[in-house]
């Protein structure tokens, strides 16, 4: 038996001559009179490997007849391939057909909608798009690994059930054992939650950064890669109730120290998919976006821009007056939408911006308050076609301050005790941000709707698979 190869190494490492087993499942068959051409692919690649087989070799039969979909074993030597579009090919020996498939296949070889892929999302890692955004996200995550790694972080696990609302926006999912046919009920009539599981309300984590800054302050720079949940109702092509953020939190970093970490991370993950998944990107480039590949280069070479907030409202309300219409408002103090998000990185910088030092009315308790007595350390990066994939801040490290800002926001002290308890003992300034893991492959992949970035997408009134 020879040795069980991936095709990808088959072409990486040019084995003309050498003996080889792969497995995989069939892609296309060309039956000619004496002998067939095969496509095998096996989901280490893009391309796939043709293979030739002469009719009498065995398992000819059975094998060549096999219909897409269908999973075989292939033996035979590398050889310099004659024909256009590849380099090499596989001169089979033996075939051997594992796990037929018949025409119901839902995957047939015309090109399908990602929609009708969503549908069949147990089976779409078989087909070309799905495989090459898969393998882009595989690659980000070892290269967001290596980035932090490489700066010192410490890897942290943040807890997935947690009693705190980092947002303090009430879209937390429920953890509970109660039975919701028989709450307890306490003297108030509201239910009693010191009879649930964990003896109080909780849910599934929002963000890590709360337990992310108790190590920060106290080891430096940390970092957690993790799932988060939000149970907010929006049905968008960028919003899923379950994705995955990485959180880098650093002690003595400001704000301008974490911008500029931020614009580092970008960068790294852009060049890592440009050096290492170039096949796949070129793929998804000629089906989904034509200048996918220059735009992430021009990124990767060019400063990233800085505006405040203040200066983007100034950008929008021009944009407004020279006749370009936008959906929702464009005033001081309402929330950017995605909308205007997209209009300033695509129309005004063309590739990504970050925004500064927002109201505080609308971010959260935790941001750094500025003298200005309106505005807070916060950032945000917007990316043309996505818009936000990152906000950040620095952290409030002034105890007063900071429970004021909890007090006013009608959020409860006792949930938020041992948070306070930094800002008591040896208060450092400190700052962090989250990148929404999805939305930074929908970025560098140009996939433009979420639920094609992610395995299994949970959003709203969605949890088949
Ligand atoms: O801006 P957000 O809400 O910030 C935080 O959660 C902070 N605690 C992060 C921190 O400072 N450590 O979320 C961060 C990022 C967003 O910029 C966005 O990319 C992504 O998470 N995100 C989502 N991605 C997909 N679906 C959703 N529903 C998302 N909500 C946020
Ligand atoms: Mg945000």
């Known amino acids: 038996m020879s040795e069980l190869v991936l095709i990808k190494n088959i072409i990486k490492d040019q084995m003309i001559g050498k003996e080889v087993t792969i497995k995989g499942w069939v892609k296309s068959t060309r039956k000619k009179k ?15 490997l043709q293979i030739v087989a002469d009719a009498q070799i065995p398992g000819y039969d059975n094998a060549t007849n096999a219909l897409t979909g269908s999973s075989l074993s292939i033996t035979g030597k590398v050889v310099a391939s004659q024909g256009q579009g590849q380099s090499l090919e596989l001169q089979a020996s033996v075939l051997e057909l594992l796990g037929p498939a018949d025409e119901t296949f839902p995957l047939q070889k015309k090109a399908t909608s990602l929609e009708f892929l969503r549908e069949n999302a147990h089976l779409r890692s078989r087909t070309n798009t799905m495989a090459a955004v898969m393998r ?9 690994h290596s980035f932090f ?11 997935i059930i947690t009693g705190s609302d980092c947002e303090g926006a009430g879209e937390m999912f ?5 039975d919701l046919d028989h709450l307890p009920r306490n003297e108030e009539g509201k239910v009693d939650y010191k009879k649930d599981y964990y003896g109080k309300d909780t849910g599934l984590t929002v963000s890590g950064q709360l337990n992310a800054e108790t190590y920060a302050c106290g080891m430096g720079r940390v970092y957690t890669f993790g799932p988060t949940f939000r149970a907010e109702n929006s049905n968008t092509p960028r919003h899923a109730s ?13 704000l301008e120290d974490v911008a500029n970490l931020a614009i580092d991370y970008i960068k790294h993950l852009i060049n890592h998919a440009l050096n290492n998944n170039l096949e796949d990107l070129t793929f998804l480039q000629s089906r989904y976006k034509e ?6 280069t021009k990124v990767s070479n060019s400063p990233v821009n800085k505006i405040t907030y203040t200066q983007a409202i100034d950008i929008l ?17 309402s929330d950017l939408q995605t909308e205007h998000e997209r209009f300033l990185s695509e129309k005004t910088f063309d590739g990504p911006v970050i925004v500064t030092d927002y109201p505080k009315a ?34 409030e490290d002034d105890y007063g301050l900071l429970l004021q800002r909890i007090n006013e926001l009608g959020l409860k002290k006792e949930d938020y005790w041992w948070y306070l308890d930094l800002r008591k003992y040896g208060t450092v300034p400190h700052s962090g941000f989250g990148l929404g893991f999805e939305r930074a492959i929908m970025y560098i992949t140009g996939m433009q709707n979420i639920r094609d970035v992610i395995a299994f997408p949970r959003t709203p009134g969605n949890a088949e698979f």
């Open 34 to 48: 004496s002998f067939s051409f095969i496509v095998l692919n096996d989901g280490s690649n893009q391309s796939g």
């Open 136 to 144: 882009v996200r595989s690659s980000l995550a070892f290269a967001t």
């Open 149 to 159: 790694n490489a700066r010192d972080f410490l890897y942290l696990h943040t807890p």
């Open 174 to 178: 429920k953890v509970t054992t109660l």
């Open 242 to 254: 379950e994705f995955w953020m990485i959180e880098p939190e650093v002690a003595f970093f400001d």
């Open 291 to 296: 200048d996918l590949i220059a735009s992430l």
């Open 317 to 333: 309300q021009k944009a407004k007056v020279d006749g370009h219409h936008f959906d929702f408002p464009v005033e001081w103090g």
């Open 362 to 395: 609308i971010k959260s308790f935790y941001m750094k308050q500025n003298s200005d007595g309106k505005t807070v350390r916060a950032m945000d990066i917007l990316v043309p076609g996505v818009g936000e994939i990152i906000g950040g801040s620095q952290r």
